[in-house]
């Protein structure tokens, strides 16, 4: 080997070298990575995330519905779009079982995207704890959401549901008190759909207290939800039992597995008239968030 | 127009393209964003297969697309500027054989590239036990080259009269317009009314239909192949639109002089 090539390559091994070791130490001198400063999406699209989320949300609920998009009113349909539909898939199906899985991919990035879209870890935990019958990683798909949103009810009612169909009351009970005290705090969503939360979390809470033969906390949750919704008959009726009796004809696990098992996806509900088939039309007006009837 | 000709040119087209090497930079990126997209594990549930496949076919129709656009608009003007123009035109060679072979041999190179595409995609969706239905595939494949033959049908028409970039960008421009808006045009009218509901239904009308031509839903979700009669119109109509590109491409060029030096 010649001089010169053989100094080059002396140099070239040096500078490697140290660079690899002042490489080692500003990592230890590095800030530990946090759950905002971390988030590569955070950085480079700004406020932009919360589309770009809501648009891999969108392909979430596609999938979910086979390729089947939204329906979008048209002013008209000509032989193009005619042709256009029969090329693209149209049939009213959904993803079931453990083929809901390609969802999840599009529900992480949405997560990934944009940390503070509760909606999408909200059904993403909802279809993991329930067609996937992964309660584990629903919990953990909600923990993660509440280190990004420790102040949204939401993911502890979401926890809550999921503790109590697994029957852990303790931590049912935690849960449904945190989000009962951040309820007051709620971020800005519509009123009534918060009100209805509110009333889940105080029957839940009033259910917890009479498996814990504590019957009049409970009497004063399911009272305070009466006096918001009168026309909730199976509170009231319960309420009466309890006072005159002091105790109910049926018993609280009686009521909380109907309760919990209203919240379903609303192709689920055989009696739900959604579906607006026969119309030669992409039909579908719904989204793969689950809802109440 | 002489058929072994346009062979002849056609075969130029493919030497050229494949010296170049942007084929195997594409299919070696697919198959990266491929091996990426198999270690994806969202929510620790494992791979999946549908995902991959959506992602991957995606991925392979913005390659070919891509490389439909760059190689159809760079022949006509590279020809030119460096002047083989001359060298081409003083043999027994009319300018509709040389558009004609140019286009062949870029449609065919394209093709060729998108059947790798598929097949890479294929062979890892059989790997992951969710293979695509074959009478699906061959008809997606099929409506998917035909979309090829449109575009580089564009390319050609505008590098006709323009150099490389404006050609290239003028083609991205037009077909991504006609990709995204035509099929939400009949929406967009609803709320628009004088020159603008004008204007969207002249788009809508004038504009290629690209969505057409895309079975990819079909094909991630295992869905029937469609009717070989809305098949055989989808290709009629392609055909004509191919057609009515070159003659374009051809009237635009047929008497056209040349400028020794010119810019690519």
């Known amino acids: ?293 | 127009m002489n058929a072994q000709r346009i062979l002849i040119l056609a075969q130029q087209v493919w030497l050229e393209t494949l010296r170049r090497k942007d084929v195997y930079v594409l299919l070696i990126l697919l198959t990266g964003f491929l091996a990426a997209l198999m270690s994806v594990n969202a929510f620790g549930l494992g791979q999946m297969a549908a995902y991959m496949k959506e992602t991957g076919l995606l991925l392979a129709w913005i390659f070919s697309w891509i490389l439909a656009i760059n190689t159809s608009t760079r022949q006509i003007p590279r020809e030119e500027s460096q002047g083989t123009v001359y060298l081409l035109l003083a043999k027994p060679v009319s300018r509709a054989d040389v558009v004609l072979g140019k286009w062949l041999g870029t449609w065919s190179v394209t093709v060729v590239a998108t059947v790798s595409f598929y097949a890479v995609l294929a062979v890892v969706a059989l790997l992951r036990q969710s293979p695509f239905g074959l009478p699906t595939l061959v008809q997606a494949l099929l409506l998917h080259s035909t979309l090829l033959a449109i575009l580089t049908a564009i390319g050609i028409w505008f590098s006709t009269r323009l150099n490389y970039d404006a050609a290239a960008t003028l083609t991205y421009v037009l077909t991504l317009a006609a990709w995204l808006v035509l099929p939400r045009v009949p929406t967009f009218v609803l709320n628009t009314t004088g020159f603008q509901q004008w204007g969207l239904m002249l788009c809508y009308y004038a504009l290629p239909h690209f969505e057409l031509f895309d079975m990819r839903r079909r094909l991630v979700y295992d869905a029937a192949p469609i009717l070989l009669a809305d098949l055989g119109l989808i290709l009629l109509y392609g055909t004509v639109i191919i057609a009515f590109f070159l003659i374009l491409a051809w009237l635009a060029w047929r008497r056209k002089r040349f400028v020794r030096g010119a810019a690519v």
């Open chain 1, 1 to 293: 080997m010649n001089r010169p090539l053989f100094i080059g390559f002396a140099a070239a091994l040096a500078l490697g070298l140290a660079s690899f070791s002042i490489a080692c130490r500003l990592v230890e001198c590095a800030p530990a990575a946090t759950e905002e400063t971390d988030s590569f999406f955070a950085k480079m699209l700004g406020d932009s995330r919360a589309a770009f989320s809501a648009l891999f949300f969108e392909s979430a609920d596609r999938t979910f519905h086979k390729g089947v998009g939204r329906y979008e009113p048209k002013k008209f349909l000509d032989g193009f779009g005619r042709l256009a539909q029969r090329v693209t898939p149209e049939a009213h199906e959904h993803l079931a079982g453990a083929t809901l899985r390609d969802i999840m991919p599009w529900l992480s990035i949405a997560i990934k995207t944009d940390p503070h879209n509760v909606t999408a870890y909200l059904v993403a935990s909802f279809w993991l704890s329930t067609s996937l019958n992964r309660p584990d990683l629903a919990l953990q798909a909600l923990e993660t959401g509440r280190r990004a949103n420790p102040k949204d009810y939401r993911l502890y009612l979401e926890k809550g549901r999921i503790f109590l169909k697994l029957f852990d009351f303790p931590h049912a009970i935690t849960m449904i008190d945190s989000a009962l005290t951040l309820w007051h705090q709620r971020p800005k969503m519509d009123a009534e759909e918060a009100y209805i939360d509110w009333a889940e979390l105080m029957t839940y809470r009033g259910i917890l207290h009479e498996i814990d033969h504590h019957p009049e906390p409970a009497i004063a949750c399911y009272q305070a939800v009466v006096d918001r919704f009168p026309t909730r008959e199976g509170l009231k009726n319960r309420i009466s039992e309890m006072t005159s009796q002091g105790s109910a004809t049926s018993k609280p696990m009686d009521m909380l597995k109907p309760l919990l098992l209203s919240h379903q996806h609303v192709c689920d509900r055989e009696e739900d008239a959604h579906d607006k088939a026969g119309s030669g039309d992409q039909h579908r007006d719904h989204t793969l968030i689950p809802e109440r009837p």
